[in-house]
């Protein structure tokens, strides 16, 4: 993509309620617009990361078997109803009723919907276990949205949903997940950590939140220092090896403020070990067994012809609110810097311009058409601005590794550099190697 | 995959309002479930082929150099009380009050808010001209939804829209949307006719439907049959050469029936090449000027300092429609035949399998695991059940080609056939050469 044609409204206008630095950010570099009150258009270089943080977060749940299928936004009240969390959910669920006055809602979780899906379709005990997921818009209208993507009403998010003959395999599959989210975050270049939660509205007596570390987090987390050691590289996808990672992150303590009690903290971690800071959440599990699908009459025959009902849990992970929360974790000073694999764009090419002489232009085009046929996502800044103004926006854009053609390019070398760190004047094959590694 | 671990519900159930073959086809194929009325879930099936299709209209947008952003479902009312449109909807517009009492809906289509984002974003007459797409869940609140995916009241559509300085650059835009769409029908294996149409609700006064022929369809359709024989890769994409498309396509007698008039079509069309049947739409494209650019105050400043109101276009394909509308065009008695490039899969292994002998089912994991490798998506039925329920369960899913691992196998060479095409003995290398090409 050429820069001088990328609809990329940049701009230094932020609304007063651009408090953190995610938020404002996003609305500097262009990536999104705020629509209404909690709701964004997500404008081209705001949409390219999140479909790559997508394209990540659906990845690693197919690798664990998880299935991928569709569910509507507008639902029927009437499976709330069944379930018995219409009258319950408040305010916050949007509700709607269509021409015809049947009462419908922007659905802010699947729970019901994907058992009545499950209920209708599977019917033997054989076809256990299954986990299923969407990655769909879902509304929560928030009395006080804000923090831009981090705390909005129409927001993206993957939930999935398992499936389970009893309690000891719903724990199996409690655990893949688990173990899901933390490869998943490890891929986005975060660290996560899970921590003992509160159910809320999902209900259920096991949760976790995945929390990561940043300054602007609205978690206050308290933990032992010693769960960042904890390495999910050690572990494998089977079941006793899971069952082991479970087992070390629970002995060590990590908690957000609304299950925290000082006292426990100071039995329980020694105080060179005590952290206490902030984070973000941006992932959520539960199990809950049998609270759905017991209302919603969700059963299988089982081995000896009986009717089982189904255990199940839910897992969720923020998508748009994701993009903020990497902003957050990897911002320094007005520079974003994009991890790898989420980055709108692998490289950017920084021509010097000037209007007498094109031969810089021409240089930058060919390493262009070169990149691209190394399946390489290029953009080449062809924008006719001063060096300076150049640099400060790529900062804010923040793709990470850039190729200057200036003063220090020959014909066959270019200046290569990663955001934050000295250049080195590279050949065209050294920088392709640099890019694909 | 593995059949056997596929949720894929297959049933032989249907409503009574199943009425068309592509509604009947993809509920009994487990492709969707319906939530409410005109509402679907798409089961993992139905989201495969779905998706495939999205990409490849995605890919076709951005080839003609339009460029990709995401806007929110929900929007707010204001937007549409400035453009006029917000009284004048109809019923078909969902509204939504929310728990602050704002008047909010569901975009049926996204004129209003495209054409905030762009005056809040574009100044100069340097920037133009510009397209700019998404691919969004839209809710039209039909008093009657009937035909499954085809029209119901959640759907899920790309809808671009073009931004010029006057007509005669607006005209160029609107000829490449359509040389695009003919493109991309193309890619997805069929035939559409562009044809000239009412604006309806969208306004404007220059309009095209593009109609796939079939059945069922609820358009009625007059034209001149040489229209079929415009062949739209004698065109590129090139000023004089669109123009010489819409020439061509302009000269040949083809309306819908809101716009047919007998006299018109005897004196236009000889006899012998009067087509009348029935045709589906998948695609419409309008412009309409300054319609909403105006009331809206989109200006950008021109060459001379001056104001200038910005002519735009907008262009829809109704992706979920799509799925519904490849069937019907497609479909022979109770056999679905995906074309390749939306196919839920590549080829299908069907091996004879018995309970004493696991060899066929071992030779077929090897297939499976060397097509795996070569990047083909290949699903492997391992299901417990007679080759002639397993050919009629895969005749109704319709992946287009078929390895059968049985009394016609031998250790190194297999029968492979093309549904509904006779089969042939090959190699694994001439089976990935077929299946690659």
């Given at each position: 993509m050429f820069l001088s044609k990328l609809f990329l ?21 262009g ?12 404008l081209p270089l ?333 953009l080449?800044d062809?924008v ?54």
């Amino acid at each position: 993509m050429f820069l001088s044609k990328l609809f990329l409204p940049i701009t230094k206008n932020l609304p007063s309620d651009a408090k953190i630095k995610s938020h404002q950010l996003m609305l500097r570099a262009g990536m999104i617009k705020q629509s209404s009150a909690g709701i964004y258009s997500w404008l081209p270089l705001g949409l390219k990361v999140m479909k790559k943080i997508e394209q990540v977060v659906r990845e690693e749940q197919n690798k664990i078997g998880a299935q991928e299928l569709l569910m509507p936004t507008i639902q029927s009240a009437d499976l709330w109803k069944e379930s018995g969390r219409y009258n319950d959910y408040g305010e916050e669920m949007l509700r709607i009723k269509d021409r015809q006055g049947r009462e419908m809602l922007y659905g802010p979780t699947n729970e019901e919907l994907i058992t009545d899906i499950f209920r209708s379709s599977i019917k033997s005990y054989k076809a256990l276990p299954q986990m299923l997921y969407h990655i769909q818009w879902k509304f929560r209208d928030e009395i006080r949205p804000r923090f831009g993507v981090m705390r909005c009403r129409e927001f993206f998010m993957k939930d999935a949903y398992s499936f389970d003959l009893n309690d000891t395999n719903a724990e199996i599959s409690y655990n893949k997940m688990f173990f899901s989210y933390l490869k998943t975050f490890k891929r986005l270049g975060l660290q996560a950590i899970p921590m003992s939660a509160d159910t809320g509205p999902i209900g259920g007596d096991l949760s976790h939140e995945f929390i990561i570390l940043a300054e602007t987090g609205e978690s206050k987390i308290y933990a032992d220092k010693n769960i960042f050691n904890i390495n999910i590289e050690n572990y494998d996808f089977e079941k006793e090896s899971l069952k082991k990672m479970r087992t070390d992150y629970s002995s060590l303590y990590a908690v957000t403020d609304e299950k925290f009690e000082k006292k426990n903290f100071d039995k329980e971690v020694p105080k060179k070990n005590q952290v206490m800071t902030k984070g973000i959440e941006v992932g959520h599990i539960f199990y809950f067994g049998d609270k759905y699908s017991d209302p919603l009459n969700c059963f299988v025959d089982n081995q000896d012809g009986k009717k089982n009902s189904i255990k199940m849990g839910s897992y969720g992970i923020g998508v748009s609110r994701l993009v903020g929360a990497i902003i957050e974790a990897k911002y320094e000073n007005e520079i974003m810097k994009w991890p790898k694999s989420v980055s709108p764009y692998d490289v950017v090419i920084i021509p010097s311009l000037s209007k007498n002489n094109i031969e810089n232009l021409t240089k930058s085009i060919k390493i262009y058409q070169y990149l691209k046929k190394q399946n390489i996502d290029v953009l080449l800044d062809d924008v006719d601005e001063s060096m300076s103004q150049k640099f400060k926006k790529h900062d804010l854009i923040g793709v990470p590794y850039q190729i200057i053609v200036g003063s220090n390019s020959t014909d066959t070398k270019f200046e290569f550099k990663e955001v934050n760190s000295a250049s080195s004047i590279l050949s065209l094959d050294e920088i392709k190697l640099k890019l694909k590694n």
